[in-house]
């Protein structure tokens, strides 16, 4: 059966068949069937809304064309895959700004899982110290302008106590396909209130942040040559 595409507008039901050979094609592009996100964006499906209207949902068509021994991908090994793909994925982009911070700054002055309260409920990324009074970083990395926003917002939850202007603190995230400008655009749009000190950067934005900064042992070799003299 040929493909039905997406169109906009008031359209007539999908069909079992039709939802189905778009399932399909989406398991031969991408080997698995598709979340209510990527259905949203898919061109042969409808959205996931008139999926949930119609069908109960995309857990339920899936049971119902039997496609897959996996149904409902929030659990069971689906989750498990998902889950340690994120948490390799975190942790290599996470060694990936350490090891540039150390080559930049030094070992001694990256200080890993900086807490800022005593009850240790607030953790950042990094802490670096440098000439002036140093930064913090949180690093993440959505897989799209979707998960961006979701992570965005809860991170400006989170961090919206006026204590946690103390140092400026950068949201590092780390999708090189999301670029400065599409960051700077979202950052426009956004209607809860910014810290100061708060900011959003790409890994290519942050590289030139950093590399403006001064070293705290260059500074301080500086300083001893200088008395010296």
Not at 46 to 68: D, H, N, Q, T, W
Not at 113 to 118: G, L, M, P, R, S
Not at 170 to 198: R, S
């Amino acid at each position: 059966m040929s493909l039905r595409m997406q169109k906009k507008g008031h359209q007539k039901p999908w069909t079992l068949p039709e939802l189905e050979s778009g399932l399909k094609h989406f398991y031969t592009v991408h080997k698995q069937y598709p979340t209510a996100h990527e259905v949203d964006a898919y061109t042969y499906l409808p959205s996931a809304r008139s999926i949930e209207r119609g069908f109960g949902g995309l857990v339920a068509l899936r049971k119902l064309l039997k496609l897959g021994s996996e149904h409902d991908f929030r659990a069971g090994i689906h989750s498990s895959k998902r889950a340690h793909t994120i948490n390799a994925r975190a942790h290599e982009t996470e060694q990936k700004v350490y090891e540039f911070l150390h080559k930049r700054f030094g070992k001694e002055f990256v200080h890993r899982e900086f807490f800022f309260t005593d009850d240790k409920r607030t953790r950042l990324d990094f802490f670096v110290h440098d000439s002036e009074q140093g930064f913090c970083i949180d690093v993440f990395y959505p897989k799209d302008r979707r998960n961006l926003i979701g992570c965005l917002n809860s991170k400006l939850l989170k961090y919206k106590a006026e204590y946690m202007s103390q140092y400026p603190v950068i949201f590092l995230q780390m999708n090189e396909d999301i670029n400065q400008d599409a960051l700077n655009k979202l950052i426009q749009n956004k209607k809860k209130q910014w810290l100061v000190g708060q900011h959003l950067m790409s890994w290519d934005t942050f590289q030139i942040f950093a590399s403006s900064k001064k070293p705290l042992k260059k500074m301080m070799g500086d300083n001893l040559a200088k008395n010296t003299a």
